[in-house]
Structure formats: C-alpha cells, structure tokens
C-alpha cells in the first residue's frame, strides 16, 4: 500500500503525521531499529495502528517517509560572496551529513522503502536541486558563471552519493574540494 497522494494539508492528517514522526524520531533514539514497530510508535503517538497502516502501509513507508523529512534541508546554502566557495562550503556539509551514520540510516530507509515508485529518493533528489540552484542563482546575481543544475549533479553530487553507497571510505574533503575544481576550474 502507497502513501495517499492527497492528503489536505494542515488540521487533523498533519497533526497525525507530525505526532507520527516524532513518535518515530523519539523510539529510533532510544531503541535499535529493529526493534521498533507500528503498533509501538502508534502508542507513542497516540494513534491506532491501523491509522499508521492506512497512511503508510508499512513500517518501511513510514520511515521512507521519516526519512525523507529529516532530509529535507533546514536553510540556505551559506552566502561565501564566491561561488566557488559556496558550492565547496555546501559540497563538503552534504558528504558529511549524508556518509554519517545517521545520514546513511536515512539514505537506506528512503531506498528500501520506496514502493512508491522512486517518489521519496525523487523528493531528495529534488531538495538538492533546490539547494544548489540557490548557488546557481546567487553566482549569475553576482555575474559570475555556473554550470547547469544538472551538470553540477552529474559531476559532485553524483560521486559524492555513489562514494557513500557503493564504497567503504566516505568521500574525503579533499575529494569534494576536487570535484568542485574540476567543475569550477580556477582559470575560468
């Protein structure tokens, strides 16, 4: 079962969503993962199962969906006044946040629980777009040249998320600062 496309914002279903996810918030800090259910986080809730499995579906669509919340970026990129620094200062938080422990928990819990067809890793996907189309816009603001959106996705985000998937050593400041060079030579 899918996540209901849907759902009115705001009044009783994102009081629900929002007593939901924190409920979950709080179990996943004090009990290991496996241990953690739809009947316990219901009662931490305050709801009845069945609400979690009308929504949700499933456990794993309910963290997917946790997941991609806490994912969602809180603020801006940082304003360097260079967008070489910009994107590196973003490029190096990002490999950061995402190789952590917590960071790579929430990656899995978005892919193993998207039976969805692809909607919550698109929803990430998306969140960095818009964070890096904020550089892109501060950069032509201030008249300096940036690559496409996409390109910058092909070229440093995409290494980044296949070093944290697919390696055993997160990529390194050093490699980050690399592939922004690359992107951004300095005798442009």
């Known amino acids: 079962m899918n996540m209901r496309e849907n759902i ?3 009044g009783r279903s994102a009081r629900v969503q ?5 409920a979950v918030r709080s179990l996943l800090s004090t009990m290991d993962r496996s241990d953690v259910t739809i009947p316990l986080i219901a009662t931490e809730a305050g709801v009845t199962p069945s609400t979690i499995y009308r929504r949700w579906g499933d456990l794993q669509e309910l963290l997917a969906d946790v997941a991609v919340e806490r994912l ?5 990129p940082k304003d360097t006044g260079s967008v070489r620094t910009d994107l590196t200062q973003w490029a ?4 950061d946040e995402m190789a952590s422990g917590p960071g790579r928990a929430m990656i899995r819990d978005v892919l193993s629980g998207d039976a969805s ?3 919550n890793a698109g929803k990430c996907c998306g969140y960095t777009r818009e964070q890096v189309q904020v550089i892109a816009e501060r950069a032509r603001d201030r008249g300096d040249e940036f690559p496409e959106v996409e390109t910058v996705i092909d070229q440093v985000v995409a290494p980044i998320m296949y070093r944290i998937l697919f390696d055993e050593a997160p990529p390194t400041s050093e490699k980050v600062r690399a592939l922004v060079e690359r992107l951004l030579p300095a005798d442009r």
């Open 8 to 10: 009115r914002p705001g």
């Open 18 to 22: 929002a007593s939901v996810h924190e």
């Open 72 to 76: 969602r970026p809180d603020a801006p």
């Open 92 to 95: 190096e938080q990002y490999a």
């Open 117 to 119: 067809g692809g909607r």
